[in-house]
């Protein structure tokens, strides 16, 4: 468990071995602290409640949305990062078909 945001960013950097893994796991990483920051924004400045599984849901999403921007060729559905996250990891911009037993 991260104590601090650097020990985050650091364990969070590690996660994969090749450069545009990592810039995938970061880009997930930033959109999922943005979101958090906004969901804690409209909670302090708007009094308004957070619901936090609509708030994981747009996490979801804008992670797709960033590292589809990123990277055009990015193979993955939602479901498909939700059922199997090690994709990700190995995912080195080729083409893939995906199959799931």
Partial sequence: MPRS?????????????????????????????WSIWLGRNKLVFEHKDVDWEKLFDLILLRSLTWLRAKHP?????????????????????????????
């Fill in 5 to 33: 945001m650097e020990d985050l960013f650091t364990q969070w950097f590690g996660m994969a071995g090749n450069a545009r893994a990592r810039a995938q796991w970061m880009a997930i990483l930033y959109a999922t602290l």
């Fill in 73 to 101: 060729s990015f193979p993955f559905t939602l479901s498909d990062l939700l059922q199997c996250a090690d994709s990700l990891k190995q995912w080195d911009g080729s083409p893939v078909r995906l199959t799931f037993v």
